[in-house]
């Protein structure tokens, strides 16, 4: 693994953080543009033009924002924390490993040994019934 791997691995919750501060901000931004795009505040106007001029920008930037917003609330929800990202590239080494493998089989074998112990002695013989 590189310097450069490793650095922009840390900075992932930077990433993360960023994003969910553009989203927030561009979801109020959406909110108020399309708020006053639903008023009347094209009454204050007397010519027809800048009338519709005004809305056309207003509806424009409401898009934009909602545009920005969710893909930045995307990018907050899928970009993973520093910590998830090197548990990401070092579990599956260390899970392939030849020695986690031969270990976690006497471990597998050891925990099914005392399972069957556990079950053995408060569970009734196969060819035994319980007692009602």
């Known amino acids: 693994m590189s310097g450069w791997e490793i650095y922009l691995i840390t900075r992932l919750d930077a990433l993360q953080g960023a994003a969910v501060l553009v989203a927030i901000v561009a979801g109020v931004a959406f909110l108020l543009c399309g708020f006053f795009t639903t008023l009347d505040i094209s009454g204050s106007y007397t010519d027809g ?45 260390i899970a392939n490993s030849e020695t986690v493998q031969n270990e976690a089989r006497e471990i597998y074998d050891l925990a099914k040994e005392w399972l069957r112990n556990a079950a053995g002695a408060g569970a009734p013989a196969k060819n035994e019934t319980p007692h009602a």
């Open 49 to 93: 033009d800048k009338e519709n001029v005004h809305l056309r920008m207003m509806r424009t930037w409401t898009r934009t924002l909602c545009i920005v917003a969710l893909s930045a609330t995307s990018i907050a929800v899928v970009t993973p924390t520093s910590r998830e990202m090197a548990a990401i590239i070092i579990l599956p080494k």
